[in-house]
Every structure is written in structure tokens, then in C-alpha cells.
């Protein structure tokens, strides 16, 4: 089997655990959309994950999104960035991302306003909640979450879409559903609020090793990596 068609089988096997865990939820599957992770993976990789039907990809750096934006814009894939940024990147981020899943503070999103004002765009962004208080993760606490959105207002380059967040490791992935739960319970209670008035809003949340959970507690967008590459090393070209 060639790499490339190792990429395809686990993003079918992928796939189909996202789709059984959103029936075993009593959810769509075509609702949860699968954001692959790929700062392991080389810019010749991204043409076999479209290939394999992936749409949307995920970097945690700028300087690495960078490197990869062409091969990204030639395979027809959606850039997002998934890590936290630093403020004198705004003006590089603004130009390159689709989406923002790390927006956990307000000079971050000031920086990136005027930015995106420059650039003539406009941006989703997720607000990262840090639901597990753990000091090594990114976030605002949950209690600061409204104070932050009801800031975001000022800034009208930048689209709230939705909350995310990062359970903490365990080799259980059942241990993260309570992580998970509670920022489901967060974006119900910030359902038709400002600026969420026509719904609730989405949840960023579940990465390899415990999307199956998120998806139980109602993720709309999985972030997974490795589970994608699994065994496909060497990457060709592909033809």
C-alpha cells in the first residue's frame, strides 16, 4: 500500500467513525465536519488528502501555513488556524487564514481587526474556552466568556461563529466527555445571544484521540491529525 493510499484508507476509517458516532448521537454525520490536522504532514500530502475528499485543513503556525498555502490553494483546500497567535503575526494570519479557532483574547482580536481591514476581509473565529483550567492550555475561563464576546462587537471584520476548546490527554477518551459537555452547556446558554442571535454557537472540539466523545457531546467541527496518517511516511508526488 503507498502512502498516499493509506491517507485515503484513514480518512475513510475516519470518516466512518465520525459517521457512527453522529448516529449513535441521533445526529447528521453530514454535519460534523472533519478539519485535518496536517502540521506533520509535507505540502505533498495535502493534494492526496483532497484527493481523499478532505476539504478543510488545519495548521497550529503561521510560518508552517505559509509554507503550505500554495499546495493548499492548488488542491481546493480551506486553510484554518488552529493554534494561538501572536499579535505582531495578525497582519500575515489575516491574509492567509479562512478561519481562526483560537481567539482568546482581546488584543489578539483587535490586531487582527484592523488587519483584516487592511486585507479588505473578513474572518470567522472560534473563542477558545479553556473548560479544564489546566494552566499549559490557551483560553478564556468559562466565566469570562460573555464579557469577551460582548467586546468582540467592536470589531466588525471579525465573524464570531463559535467556541472551542482541548480536553485534556487521557487514555480513556470517555474521561474528556465532561470537558466537553460543559462547553456544550456554554454554547446553549449563548444560544440567540449577541452575536449568536440566529443560533447556537459551533463547537470546535475532539481531536484523534477522543473525537468520538466530542461528537457525543455535540461537536460540529473535529480537529483530527494523526489519525490521518497513520503509517504513510515518504509522501510521493501525487500524478
Do not use: C, W
Amino acid at each position: 500500500m503507498t502512502p498516499a493510499e493509506r491517507i485515503r484508507g484513514n480518512v475513510e476509517a475516519v470518516r466512518a467513525r465520525i459517521r457512527k458516532a453522529a448516529e449513535r448521537a441521533g445526529r447528521d454525520p453530514a454535519a460534523v465536519r472533519l478539519l485535518a490536522i496536517t502540521k506533520s504532514a509535507g505540502p505533498e500530502a495535502l493534494a492526496h488528502l483532497a484527493a481523499a475528499g478532505v476539504r478543510e485543513i488545519g495548521e497550529n503556525r503561521v510560518q508552517e501555513a505559509e509554507r503550505k498555502a500554495g499546495a493548499a490553494s492548488a488542491a481546493g483546500l480551506s486553510l484554518h488556524l488552529v493554534g494561538r497567535l501572536q499579535r505582531n503575526k495578525a497582519r500575515r494570519a489575516a491574509r492567509l487564514f479562512d478561519s481562526f479557532h483560537a481567539l482568546d483574547s482581546i488584543r489578539i482580536a483587535e490586531a487582527l481587526d484592523v488587519s483584516l481591514g487592511e486585507a479588505d476581509r473578513s474572518l470567522p473565529v472560534f473563542v477558545e474556552v479553556n473548560v479544564s483550567g489546566e494552566a499549559s492550555k490557551g483560553g478564556v475561563p468559562p466565566a469570562e466568556i460573555s464579557s469577551l464576546l460582548g467586546a468582540l462587537a467592536r470589531f466588525g471584520r471579525l465573524r464570531p461563529a463559535g467556541l472551542m476548546t482541548m480536553a485534556p490527554y487521557a487514555e480513556d477518551p470517555e474521561a474528556a466527555r465532561p470537558v466537553f459537555s460543559a462547553l456544550r452547556r456554554l454554547s446553549e446558554s449563548l444560544a440567540g445571544r449577541p452575536p449568536f442571535e440566529g443560533g447556537r454557537p459551533l463547537l470546535s472540539m475532539g481531536m484523534s484521540g477522543d473525537f468520538e466523545a466530542a461528537i457525543l457531546e455535540g461537536a460540529d467541527v473535529v480537529r483530527i491529525g494523526s489519525a490521518l496518517f497513520a503509517g504513510a511516511t515518504d509522501l510521493p508526488a501525487p500524478q
